[in-house]
């Protein structure tokens, strides 16, 4: 047996050094920890994230309440104008309407008066007082603004006029209105009936000069 060979044989074998093992060890434990508070790192940063968005969505929800409440608010303010406005509208028809009504009612009594005295009266003093009566009440109605609309001689408007009948004359020219049938009548800016008319055909057009 050499000097360099060992009593037990040769070193092929051999145990592993403890001391190898436990920087194995060591250095597996380092990486694991380092491997955890990478982890908990980006748990914490994403914890941090969550706790971002939820305060924005807290925020978010806060103004969605206030909106709301806002929009419930508005709501009823306008269903009070709308009520109030209705009532005042009403208010406002039921007083032009009593106006209108103590305007009539000394033409009412006139009525009363010509039937009371029509036995009585001889033909041209109730024919007279009939007159009378309707000159006032178209006083009255003329002053709430009514307009009436006798369009005899004028070109026939279909916006103005309801033509009931046609008469052949050449001397006019063509869709005059030759006879009035009943007046219409106009409240402002609006018909409240049209005139019912005839109206003439075979006549030059409105432009041309009629025959002599």
């Known amino acids: ?23 194995k060890a060591a250095a597996q434990a380092a990486a694991d920890a380092a491997a955890v508070d990478e982890v908990i790192d ?28 806002k929009f419930v608010r ?7 104008f709308r009520k109030r406005t209705a009532a005042e509208r009403t208010q ?9 009504v103590e305007k009539l009612l000394p033409i009412v009594d006139d009525l009363e008066r010509a039937i009371e005295h029509s036995d009585t009266a001889n033909e041209t003093s109730l024919k007279e007082g009939i007159a009378a009566v309707y000159n006032k009440l178209e006083d009255v109605l003329t002053r709430e603004g009514l307009k009436a609309i ?29 006879q009035v049938y009943q007046k219409g009548y106009e409240l402002g800016d609006r018909i409240l009936r049209p005139a019912m008319v005839v109206v003439s055909t075979g006549g030059p057009r409105a432009d041309e000069k009629p025959a002599s």
């Open 1 to 23: 047996m050499t000097a360099k060979e060992s009593p037990f044989g040769s070193d092929k074998g051999a145990a592993p050094s403890p001391g190898g093992d436990e920087a």
């Open 42 to 69: 980006e748990l914490e940063a994403v914890e941090a994230e969550m706790v971002e968005e939820l305060d924005d969505l807290g925020k978010a929800q806060a103004e969605a309440n206030e909106l709301r409440d």
């Open 74 to 80: 508005l709501q009823a303010e306008w269903d009070n």
């Open 92 to 100: 406002e028809r039921a007083r032009a309407t009593e106006r209108l």
């Open 150 to 178: 006798d369009p005899k001689g004028a070109i026939f408007d279909a916006n103005l006029h309801q033509a009931v009948g046609k008469e052949e004359d050449a001397t006019v020219p063509d869709e005059t209105v030759t």
